[in-house]
């Protein structure tokens, strides 16, 4: 049998820490606990990071959305897919479907009561679904001539022409109204669209054939997740398959394009426990020259002139708490290049390393050797100090201009 941990005697220990307050050691051992924590809370998330913004990039799309709680959703789904949680993220979007539903209900008159007081008998996703496409409002001669008059009555107890008869009213305006009443069950709704493809009549609501097709994949597919015992299918896979089917279904139904006047925010913003989050916009350059360099994100000269005067030598650290090491940049002009060199610690081999320039920010990494072993992110935060991470982990680092 494999035993799975968790965080929970910890945080039984930090109970009793709480408790004990007198106890100052026992207290610091605690938190000195905590802090690694939370260090690998961080580590955790840093981890594989390519491989998350490459799932983001893939499932995500350009474009824009009402603000309606679906659309919610769906971010979260695209986050979970990103971060490698694909049963969960199949969830969320199954989910969607009925939220969808909710959110198209919400616009007009239904049968099911107060959608905003919690319900222990909600209807099925399927009666939700049926009702939003059953026709509401048939005209006269369309509803006499192409569906009453064709219908063929098999049980003379049960006649479906008096069953489709008695569920419309005709008004003044024309047309025959349906009674929303007599749609509040299931078992009614079966029968109206078994009636209904017998005709054959499809002029259906709400959803068009393309996003009915969708959103029934969705629902379908996602429940094989949640109603089989094991699934042998690849929710990698499937994940992303479902997530892209319930993102064209949004936008056929929620998609906005950008007008004047209307504000665009960043949808991941919402979760504020998360992340802060950003949109990105799309720049206008007014010489060909710059949109090159904006399209590749290329230093502009005021930049490179940063770059040029950072040559010397800077002194600095890097790393968390009392776990840190120290160092010694010189970036050294040599010829037309700007060349940089780390010497470790007391260590008097200077280690050749790379620059690459990235607008505001640079990489340098040891051109020979491991490439991980020394590889910075790095600010020039003012004259003489720069500011940054380290790539492959959360170290801090900071260098001080010396000559």
């Known amino acids: 049998m494999q035993i799975i941990s968790d965080y929970e005697e910890l945080f039984k220990i930090k109970d009793f820490a709480k408790k004990r307050k007198e106890d100052v050691f026992f207290q610091q051992a605690f938190e000195c606990t905590y802090e690694r924590l939370k260090n690998d809370l961080k580590n955790q998330y840093s981890e594989n990071l390519e491989d998350k913004v490459n799932r983001w990039l893939n499932i995500s799309k350009a474009q824009y959305f009402q603000d309606v709680l679906p659309i919610s959703f769906y971010i979260q789904a695209k986050m979970l897919f990103r971060d490698g949680f694909y049963e969960a993220s199949i969830n969320i979007s199954r989910s969607i479907c009925e939220v969808i539903c909710y959110e198209e209900l919400s616009k007009q008159t239904h049968p099911f009561g107060d959608l905003t007081i919690e319900d222990k008998h909600s209807p099925s996703f399927n009666t939700l679904k049926q009702f939003l496409i059953l026709p509401k409002r048939i005209e006269k001669s369309k509803f006499q001539n192409e569906i009453v008059a064709k219908i063929i009555d098999t049980n003379p107890a049960d006649r479906n022409t008096n069953f489709i008869k008695s569920s419309f009213e005709l008004k003044n305006d024309n047309y025959y109204h349906l009674k929303l009443p007599n749609t509040k069950k299931e078992e009614n709704l079966n029968r109206f669209f078994k009636i209904f493809k017998s005709v054959p009549f499809d002029e259906f609501e709400t959803f068009s054939q393309k996003v009915l097709e969708n959103i029934e994949f969705v629902w379908s597919k996602g429940?094989?997740?949640?109603?089989?015992?094991?699934?042998?299918?690849?929710?990698?896979?499937?994940?992303?398959?479902?997530?892209?089917?319930?993102?064209?279904?949004?936008?056929?139904?929620?998609?906005?394009?950008?007008?004047?006047?209307?504000?665009?925010?960043?949808?991941?913003?919402?979760?504020?426990?998360?992340?802060?989050?950003?949109?990105?916009?799309?720049?206008?350059?007014?010489?060909?020259?710059?949109?090159?360099?904006?399209?590749?994100?290329?230093?502009?000269?005021?930049?490179?002139?940063?770059?040029?005067?950072?040559?010397?030598?800077?002194?600095?650290?890097?790393?968390?708490?009392?776990?840190?090491?120290?160092?010694?940049?010189?970036?050294?002009?040599?010829?037309e290049y700007i060349n940089c060199y780390l010497q470790e610690g007391e260590k008097r081999n200077k280690i050749p390393m790379g620059i690459t320039l990235y607008g505001d920010y640079f990489l340098i990494n040891q051109i020979n050797g491991n490439r991980t072993i020394h590889y910075f992110q790095l600010y020039i935060l003012n004259d003489n100090t720069l500011v940054g991470q380290r790539k492959n982990s959360c170290d801090f680092v900071i260098f001080n201009k010396q000559s």
Not at 252 to 273: H, P, T
């Open 223 to 335: 429940s094989s997740y949640v109603h089989v015992k094991k699934s042998s299918q690849e929710a990698k896979e499937d994940a992303f398959k479902i997530i892209d089917s319930i993102g064209f279904v949004l936008f056929e139904l929620y998609g906005e394009s950008v007008k004047e006047n209307i504000s665009v925010v960043s949808a991941y913003s919402r979760f504020e426990d998360v992340c802060t989050g950003v949109t990105y916009g799309m720049d206008i350059y007014p010489t060909i020259e710059d949109a090159q360099i904006g399209y590749y994100n290329l230093p502009t000269q005021k930049q490179k002139q940063r770059m040029i005067n950072i040559v010397g030598v800077w002194k600095g650290e890097w790393g968390l708490n009392n776990n840190t090491q120290s160092g010694i940049l010189e970036f050294v002009k040599e010829g």
